[in-house]
């Protein structure tokens, strides 16, 4: 579990990206390489958070994948209306050609006044998939990287990055996107009026197998409980239930492996899905339902789908975001 916090996470120079695409495709080089990179091995801590702690009861929480976060502002807006306290987030890029070079979670963060921590997820060695190449402008990458986070109106204490179980397949295979990394959690405590409660914004691998996914709950949740023994937890994000199960979603063993340890699962509707035709969605005909709450030691009620689409009607995303209310410890 990775602790160290910084104002602004360092980047690799384009050549140093460059030197990375030409690796050995291996498990060993990947791994070298990573531990090497400052920006794989600690947390960006910014913003600020407006609220003093603790947090009082109820409160909402939301989690969506932003595909990228084409459209900071809007975005930005569209959290807001949902009112939520904490945000948990996915696929934010930082210095990526295809969102015009920006800092999306620190400008999405900014907008609504709120504390942020960043992760990187995967340092991009290209420019995108091929839907992605119509929005970049330049040529190049700035920063290269592509991560998750969370923000909260109250401040974050204790922020931890953990990389999830995995075979760097983003790496290894043959792909349209080649990358550096794995698929993590970031996270973080916050005070309530009741006392401390653990978050943990997550995105877990697409392409693979439930079972894949299943290893990845399971090191989540071992790490978690060896962290914060005894103490409520959160947990949210982009589950990606259903892939390579033909969007059975009940297919996924990582669910019964959470109740195993006392999670309750909160989604919505089983029958809404949460994939919507985006901007730059590679299968704009595939309805899945992949976003989730686990919690646990937590009253939760209020669990919404919210659509991802502004009031132009153009999508923010190719995912709706969800959010829950948390009425107080169980």
Known sequence: MIRTTVGRLSAPSPEERAA?????????????????????????????????EPLPFPFTVAAWNLERCLFPLQSAEHLGATGAEIVLLSEMDDGMARTRQRHTMAEVADELGMAYLYGVEFIELGLGSETELEFCKDKFNRRGLHGNGLMSTVPLHEPFLLRLEGERLWFMDEVDQPRL??????GAVINTESGPLVLAST????????????????????????????????????????????????????????????????????????????????????????????????????????????????????????????????
């Open 181 to 186: 990394g794995e698929r993590m959690a970031i």
């Open 203 to 330: 995105h877990f691998e697409s392409a693979t197998t439930a079972a894949y996914r299943e290893r990845q709950m399971v090191g989540l949740m071992d790490a978690l409980d060896a962290a914060f023994p005894g103490r409520p937890l959160i947990i949210g994000g982009d589950l990606n239930t259903g892939n390579h199960a033909d969007g059975d979603f009940e297919a996924e063993g990582l669910f019964a492996r959470a109740a195993e340890r006392g999670f309750t699962r909160h989604g919505g509707p089983l029958d809404t899905m949460t994939t919507r035709p985006s901007l730059i969605t590679r299968w704009p005909e595939r309805a899945m339902k992949l976003d989730w709450f686990l919690t646990r030691g937590l009253a939760v009620s209020q669990t919404r789908i919210v659509s991802s689409l502004c009031p132009s009607g153009r999508p923010l995303s190719d995912h709706d975001l969800i959010t829950c209310r948390i009425d107080g410890f169980a």
């Open 20 to 52: 990375i695409a030409g690796l050995e495709k291996s498990i060993a080089a990947h791994d070298a390489r990573m531990a090497d990179l400052a920006c794989m091995n600690a947390v960006e801590a910014g913003g600020r958070a407006e609220r003093a």
